[in-house]
């Protein structure tokens, strides 16, 4: 999962060349390029565009304190004022997915964000909360049917409602994905109308449902930066998650992008989010039919989930507990990750344990590289881990990097999307510790140690200092770029990402001090045995383990 070279050769044919070989020769877990953007820039949004930013567009969002545009609307058809939705989906499993189609059980509330416009749904009515920085998002309650002709969703008015008023010609148009201030990945993404049908629509036999789901459409991409771990966490499955999980798998998944590779890829987690099959979107040209729709993702934060925005106050811990489920639950698994169950497990029997504390080391190639990787490794394992590199873009499922993952008492690495796998270390016993290149310790922090830090993990902080870093062999010691990075990126202006990508993510090797890195490693050692300790001191010998 390395910012791997292959894609940047791809990237100089052209973003077309680039997207069309998105799913077709890119291994999508393996290649992972940094294409995150951070938003403690100073001034307007830069936007990158072409060159080598065709990996990826780079560009930074506007810091989030900045003024938001807000807006919100509702098209209402006829007045019927019937609210659908008052209590939760997963109080009335059981209800659920036993209607005949056209009708969504009154139960189900599609929007679980706090204080959202559409978070009380009429019947028949489209709703579109467009009051966040990052994403939009669109619901309908009532007759959903896909028009795939003109990627659509058709919200059919109810038959005995041909006398009431002429509704409003509604249309929304929303282009699902998180970063709707990235106009570079913005415009990938392909826009769906949701409309209202019209009256001659309503009595065509065109539309007649092939396809009857008694459950509610979701629809996403498959789309995006789908290329780098990263974003597929923080942009996709996290996202999603987020929007989707209190209907407790019963949502159908309506993909745009859609490819076979991305559904194997990510299988175990679709099947966690859904016990349907997807749909893909733009392929299948069959009507399909729903009692209602949520179109697009909501977002909190980096690899955030914000509690309190949700009214069943889920966190970031319940996250990781949803993929160790859909990685360790042999249900919802499927065969091809079968190896992955024991070794997930078998740590936490061992806890009890005198046992080495665990530490993988992420192994990345090409930048960002730990040059004296060999000697890093030798010296954890003096200090009394049992030491396993963890090798990256070397095309294994996710479902064994969550096994190995899993397994880790401590996960250490330069900063990159790799890290986006300290998901899979268990909240509140393991520790992450990231190595921070010059010139990017506050992205560091931002994208990897504040998310970690929220799920209970113990987030150590490795900055490395000039003289660890490749960069004081292209540069004098005293040269800005190695000697004050911040003053270097500042001095940069309106180029200031630029020089971080080039040179700071890019351009930048660490060979680690061995007497400083010594003492990181030794105060994790030390906690994790004072955790085993502790924990088997609380223990009464006959005590069965508890997870
Ligand atoms: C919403 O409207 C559809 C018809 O358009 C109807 O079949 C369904 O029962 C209604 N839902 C509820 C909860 O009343
Ligand atoms: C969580 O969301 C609430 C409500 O929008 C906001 O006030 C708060 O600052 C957010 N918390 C974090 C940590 O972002
Ligand atoms: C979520 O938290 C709020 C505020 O602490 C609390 O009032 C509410 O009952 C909680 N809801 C659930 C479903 O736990
Ligand atoms: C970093 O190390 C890799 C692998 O050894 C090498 O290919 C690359 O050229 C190095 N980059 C720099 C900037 O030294």
């Not at 989030?64 to 004022?81: E, F, I, K, V």
């Not at 007759?143 to 409602?161: E, H």
């Amino acid at each position: 999962m390395d910012d791997a070279p292959a894609a940047i050769v791809k990237a100089k044919g052209g973003r077309g060349a680039f997207l069309a070989h998105f799913f077709i020769v890119l291994p999508v877990v393996t290649l992972c390029v940094v294409v995150y953007a951070p938003r403690y820039f100073s001034g307007p949004p830069p936007y990158y565009g072409g060159g080598a930013n065709d990996v990826g567009g780079i560009s930074a969002p506007r810091p989030s304190s900045m003024t938001r545009t807000s807006s919100s609307s509702s098209a209402h058809l006829g007045g019927l004022g019937y609210v659908a939705g008052r209590r939760d989906a997963d109080e009335d499993d059981q209800q659920l997915g036993v209607g005949d189609g056209g009708a969504l059980p009154q139960q189900v509330v599609l929007d679980n964000q706090v204080g959202s416009p559409c978070s009380s749904l009429p019947n028949h009515t489209i709703c579109c909360d467009r009051s966040d920085y990052h994403s939009d998002v669109c619901f309908m309650a009532g007759d959903v049917r896909t028009d795939a002709a003109s990627l659509a969703l058709l919200l059919f008015p109810p038959r005995a409602a041909s006398s009431a008023p002429e509704p409003p010609a509604a249309e929304e148009r929303i282009r699902p994905y998180t970063r709707k201030w990235d106009a570079y990945i913005t415009k990938t993404i392909h826009e769906v109308t949701l409309r209202v049908a019209r009256p001659e629509e309503a009595a065509a036999a065109a539309h007649r449902c092939d396809v009857r789901h008694d459950a509610p459409v979701l629809v996403v991409t498959a789309g995006g930066y789908s290329h780098n771990m990263f974003h597929v966490f923080n942009d996709g499955f996290l996202p999603l998650w987020l929007t989707a999980q209190h209907l407790r798998r019963r949502a159908v998944l309506a993909v745009l992008s859609y490819s076979p590779r991305w559904a194997g890829t990510y299988g175990e987690i679709l099947a966690g989010l859904s016990r349907y099959h997807a749909i893909d979107l733009l392929r299948d040209k069959r009507t399909h039919c729903f009692p209602g729709a949520v179109v697009g993702t909501r977002y909190h934060d980096y690899l955030a989930v914000n509690s309190t925005r949700l009214r069943d106050n889920k966190t970031i811990a319940d996250f990781h507990d949803f993929l160790a489920g859909v990685y360790s639950d042999d249900d919802v698994r499927n065969d091809k990750a079968a190896g992955g169950s024991s070794s997930s497990r078998r740590p936490e029997m061992a806890w009890y344990e005198r046992r080495r504390p665990r530490l993988g080391i992420v192994s990345r190639k090409g930048r960002r590289v730990v040059e004296n990787q060999a000697a890093v490794a030798q010296l954890a394992a003096s200090v009394g881990f049992d030491v396993d590199i963890m090798e990256t873009a070397n095309g294994a499922p996710l479902s064994a990097v969550y096994a190995s993952v899993s397994s880790y008492d401590a996960l250490v690495g330069v900063h990159g999307a790799d890290l986006t796998t300290f998901l899979f270390l268990r909240p509140g016993r393991a520790a992450l510790a990231q190595i921070a290149p010059l010139g990017i310790t506050m992205l560091s922090r931002n994208l990897f140690g504040v998310p970690a830090a929220r799920m209970g993990l113990h987030y150590v902080q490795y900055d490395v200092s000039a003289r660890e870093s490749s960069l004081s062999r292209r540069y004098p010691l005293d040269h800005v770029v190695v000697a004050d990075p911040a003053r270097a990126r500042r001095e940069q202006g309106k180029q200031e990402w630029e020089l971080v990508e080039h040179v700071y993510l890019r351009g930048q090797n660490v060979s680690l001090d061995l007497g400083r890195f010594r003492e990181t490693l030794a105060r994790i050692h030390s906690r994790l045995k004072e955790q085993q300790q502790g924990h088997a001191s609380r223990s009464s010998p006959d005590a069965s383990p508890q997870i």
